[in-house]
């Protein structure tokens, strides 16, 4: 079963604004990442945060997690064409089960030049 | 370093065949497992090991065996392909044998079974 459930399923929005997407999940968790995955190729990790870290930032994302409400938000700040991917949070540790990373379903990202 | 790899790119069975889905790491990582992406949905996990010779099942692992004879391959065979497993399959691997950490992906392979 899915643990991460991504808000929005898509968006869409012009090079330069910022994109914002966010991520729910059931659990309790050990971290949570971010990953990218481009139109027919496999995903890259982009950032894992700690259950007990707030805020994490990596060049021009920027991760929160709020463990009291299960949620994370993803913020790409300065969206350029090529940030055009899906995106999926995924959940490790807690009660995920250990030794397994769960994926959610996903933010299809269209940046338009 | 190639990273994660994986053979075939493409594949198509009919109903019935058995094959084997090819993942080599040369990252000396612990870790490996092996998804599955369907339209719509996130990656669902089928099968994964902690190290040579250690298997245990994912979310879903009915029709696929795996197994961990050295660190660098993890096969993934289909014992009697059917429809339901025409999906997008990826291995990924971890330095940490808890697959808590970074994942590295393949490249994936696209599987259509008619």
């Known amino acids: 079963s899915q643990q991460g459930e991504e808000d929005p399923q898509a968006l869409s929005i012009q090079e330069g604004e910022n994109a914002t997407m966010n991520c729910s999940y059931k659990?309790?968790?050990?971290?949570l990442q971010w990953y990218r995955q481009n139109s027919g190729r496999g995903l890259v990790h982009l950032i894992l945060?700690?259950?007990?870290?707030r805020e994490k930032h990596s060049g021009r994302l920027r991760v929160t997690l709020d463990t009291s409400k299960k949620s994370s938000s993803l913020l790409i700040t300065a969206s350029r064409a090529a940030d055009t991917a899906s995106y999926f949070c995924?959940?490790?540790?807690?009660?995920?089960?250990?030794?397994?990373?769960?994926f959610g379903t996903g933010t299809r990202l269209l940046v338009s030049p | 370093n190639a990273g994660v790899t994986q053979t075939p790119k493409f594949q198509v069975l009919k109903t019935g065949q058995s094959m084997t889905l090819q993942c080599a790491q040369d990252m000396n990582h612990e870790y490996m497992s092996w998804y599955r992406q369907d339209p719509g949905m996130g990656l669902r996990l089928i099968h994964y090991?902690?190290?040579?010779?250690?298997?245990d099942q994912g979310e879903v692992p009915n029709g696929y065996n795996v197994s961990r004879s050295t660190t660098e391959d993890f096969p993934l065979r289909l014992l009697s392909a059917a429809p339901s497993q025409t999906s997008v399959y990826f291995c990924?691997?971890?330095?940490?044998?808890?697959?808590?950490?970074?994942?590295?992906f393949g490249p994936g392979t696209r599987l259509t079974v008619l």
């Open positions: 090991s902690v190290g040579a010779g250690i298997t």
């Open positions: 990924a691997s971890s330095y940490s044998p808890s697959g808590y950490n970074e994942q590295f």
């Open positions: 659990t309790s968790i050990n971290n």
């Open positions: 995924a959940t490790a540790g807690g009660n995920t089960g250990f030794q397994k990373l769960v």
């Open positions: 945060i700690r259950s007990n870290e």
